[in-house]
């Protein structure tokens, strides 16, 4: 008998419908990739495997779970699914490396220095992204040029000092009595 029951399953639904396809046409399932009648795998073998993948999913966070338990934890750690996969040696050696590689991703993320593109806080207005664009060899349609705050302001600045002060200061300007 098993420890757990398992949820009703969802009539008609596939959880990894579209993965299982790639992988299938990709492992040659049978059909002709050509006719497009025939280069759907069966759906009864999507059915089997999706259900196989969801309890093997299921199955390890649930033995993960019972790790983080017994080690007196109520969060999850990547430590606790491979202690779980300490006995299988492919998929613990698999998610050691998807592992290795999220935190050189995670690193070079740090590394990188945006400051010198865009001044403070790594900030690039328009006007920086149309010179890097131009130095790249590409001509910018300058659409948002001038659309964001202080848009109005600008153009009273730029108008000159015919402007009074009263007209400088306020948000909106004032129809004249």
Not at 18 to 44: A, I, R, V, W
Not at 68 to 90: C, H, I, N, V, W
Not at 130 to 142: F, H, I, K, P, V
Request: with cysteine; aromatic share 4%; charged share 35%.
């Amino acid at each position: 008998m098993e420890p757990r029951a398992r949820p009703a399953r969802h009539k008609g639904q596939l959880n990894f419908g579209s993965e299982l396809k790639m992988m299938l046409t990709g492992c040659g399932s049978p059909g002709n990739p050509f006719d497009p009648k025939q280069s759907e795998p069966y759906l009864e073998t999507l059915r089997c495997l999706d259900e196989i993948v969801t309890d093997f999913i299921i199955e390890t966070c649930h033995a993960a779970v019972e790790v983080a338990t017994y080690a007196g934890r109520q969060k999850l750690k990547p430590s606790d699914f491979e202690f779980m996969l300490r006995k299988d040696a492919q998929k613990l050696g698999h998610v050691q490396t998807m592992l290795e590689r999220k935190k050189e991703i995670d690193n070079a993320k740090k590394v990188t220095n945006f400051d010198d593109l865009g001044g403070a806080g790594g900030r690039i207005g328009v006007d920086d992204l149309a010179a890097l664009a131009q130095e790249a060899g590409e001509e910018g349609t300058r659409k948002g040029v001038g659309r964001g705050r202080g848009r109005r302001k600008r153009e009273r600045e730029s108008e000159g000092d015919g402007v009074d002060k009263s007209e400088k200061n306020s948000k909106k300007a004032r129809p004249e009595d």
